[in-house]
């Protein structure tokens, strides 16, 4: 299982981003998805994660109102829209498929394989 992102890049505060994350030739339909963002000097952290056909997600208490993660399993891809974006979410943002099917989603890295290939977020004025 490969995770392909795609997204992300610069943008001012307030501003608005859409980071998506897919599988080749693999259905993430029975797979909690999370996305994680590690930023220069600190400790991964989890952001958002979405469990198995979208029964239920849990958010980092930093991002709670402003992103909404999404799966579209036609499309076989998982999305983080964020908004009203700020300094302090500049980050590289990853994302990860829990290899425990049907398992809800947690935010611990620990718990994830398979992780994409990280995608960078700058919010900058």
């Known amino acids: 299982l490969q995770l392909a992102q795609s997204g992300g890049g610069l943008v001012q505060p307030g501003g608005s981003l859409r980071l998506s994350c897919t599988a080749e030739r693999f259905p993430l339909d029975y797979n909690s998805i999370g996305w994680f963002r590690q930023a220069p000097g600190k400790e991964r952290e989890g952001v958002a994660c979405?469990?198995?056909?979208?029964?239920?997600?849990n958010y980092a208490d930093s991002v709670k109102g402003r992103f909404t993660i999404s799966r579209d399993n036609a499309k076989n891809t998982v999305y983080l829209q964020m908004n009203s974006l700020k300094l302090e979410d500049t980050a590289v943002y990853y994302c990860a498929a829990d290899p425990v099917l049907f398992r809800q989603c947690v935010l611990l890295g620990r718990e994830y394989e398979h992780w994409g290939q990280g995608t960078q977020v700058t919010v900058s004025s």
């Open positions: 979405i469990s198995s056909r979208s029964s239920n997600t």
